[in-house]
Nanobody
Framework: QVQVEESGGGLVQAGGSLRLSCIVSGRIQRINVMAWYRQQAPGQQRELVARIPSGGTTYYADSVKGRFAMSRDDAQGTAYLQMNNLNSEDTGDYYC?????????????WGRGTQVTVSA
């Protein structure tokens, strides 16, 4: 069984920074892709914020380019999202998604999310 857990959310003033963490655990043979999504309001679709495929190029949504930086450490089964110069548009629930090979099956696994609130 694969588990994904996010942490690091909180309340921050506009212009401030937060660092989100994601830990993937379980009988994992390989982590293919790790990604961060956010849902800015209930009922809204989750949008892709950043994504790192194994050995590939990091993707960032236009709205966060130059402000957010994603990294991953496969040895630790972790991914991070450093968020700088935050603004109110960054408020929302942030979710980590991991596409992994576990028990010889490939699949997507989501965490429960961590809340980020940016105050004016």
């Amino acid at each position: 069984q694969v588990q994904v857990e996010e942490s690091g959310g909180g309340l921050v003033q506009a212009g401030g920074s937060l660092r989100l963490s994601c830990i993937v655990s379980g009988r994992i043979q390989r982590i293919n892709v790790m990604a961060w999504y956010r849902q800015q309001a209930p009922g809204q679709q989750r949008e892709l914020v950043a994504r790192i495929p194994s050995g590939g190029t990091t993707y960032y949504a236009d709205s966060v380019k130059g402000r957010f930086a994603m990294s991953r450490d496969d040895a630790q089964g972790t991914a991070y999202l450093q968020m700088n110069n935050l603004n109110s548009e960054d408020t929302g629930d942030y979710y980590c998604k991991a596409n992994v090979l576990a028990s010889w099956k490939t699949g997507n696994h989501w965490g429960r999310g961590t809340q980020v609130t940016v105050s004016a």
